[in-house]
């Protein structure tokens, strides 16, 4: 092979070798500006909403209460939630939200039609023990007390004194099948249970203690415990 050829492979070589360091030096910087956020229903009514990012549906179906729209990612920064009845895209709650990079955040639609509200909770989905399950307790019921969580037919519990509006970090916990009560930390009375749940090892759950105390009418959800997968 002639020097000059020689020379011309090896100079495309490098040239080569450089752009795909730049290449991937992009993509490194590209991903580290990226912000994870998902939607959670949990205003206590019949309604189902549909949920806008920035002027742009996030949702498939609207969402009914206690379901949620996956991790959708974008660039950090501030964006803005809008949250619209399934037939209309007139705002019934608008809220700011500021995505961090390299951030999984939750927001909750909370509290009652006309007087909606929100909660947004950063979410540490780091896993210590692959054959354990992760679950965190969130009191959202507007009119309730603080409230506990307890595995029904123990006496110590998994979570105390959460007030509404406030969440617990996540514990592990065995995967397997539970039922949980949800209790008033003051007066220790049972208020909602969930049945027969199953966390799976592995995973993220939030156990939203959610609806009211003293519903108005049949179109506002008496107080109720879930179990929401975390995706």
Do not use: W
Not at 16 to 23: E, G, K, M, N, Q
Not at 170 to 198: I, N
């Amino acid at each position: 092979m002639k020097k000059s050829t020689l020379k011309s492979f090896k100079f495309l070589a490098l040239i080569l070798t450089c752009f795909i360091a730049i290449s991937a030096c992009k993509k490194d910087e590209v991903s580290t500006t990226i912000s994870y956020l998902r939607t959670v229903n949990a205003s206590p009514t019949l309604a189902t909403y549909n949920v806008y990012l920035n002027g742009s549906v996030i949702n498939s179906a609207a969402l009914p209460y206690a379901g949620s729209v996956a991790y959708t990612a974008r660039e950090a920064g501030s964006y803005s939630l809008k949250f619209t009845t399934a037939s209309s895209s007139e705002s019934l709650f608008t809220k700011s939200v500021t995505l961090s990079p390299n951030v999984y955040q939750s927001f909750y639609l909370i509290n009652k039609s006309g007087s909606l509200d929100g909660l947004a909770l950063t979410d540490d989905l780091s896993i210590s023990a692959t054959d354990k399950a992760y679950i965190r307790f969130i009191n959202l019921s507007p009119d309730a007390p603080a409230m506990d969580l307890i595995k029904n037919g123990t006496t110590t519990a998994l979570f105390t004194n959460k007030a509404y509006k406030t969440a617990t970090a996540f514990t592990q916990v065995d995967a397997g099948s539970y039922v949980l009560d949800a209790k008033e930390t003051a007066s220790g009375t049972v208020k909602a249970s969930l049945t027969g749940f199953t966390f799976i090892a592995g995973y993220h759950y939030d156990i939203i203690y959610g609806g009211l105390v003293t519903p108005a009418d049949d179109s506002q959800r008496p107080v109720n415990l879930q179990a929401v997968l975390i995706k």
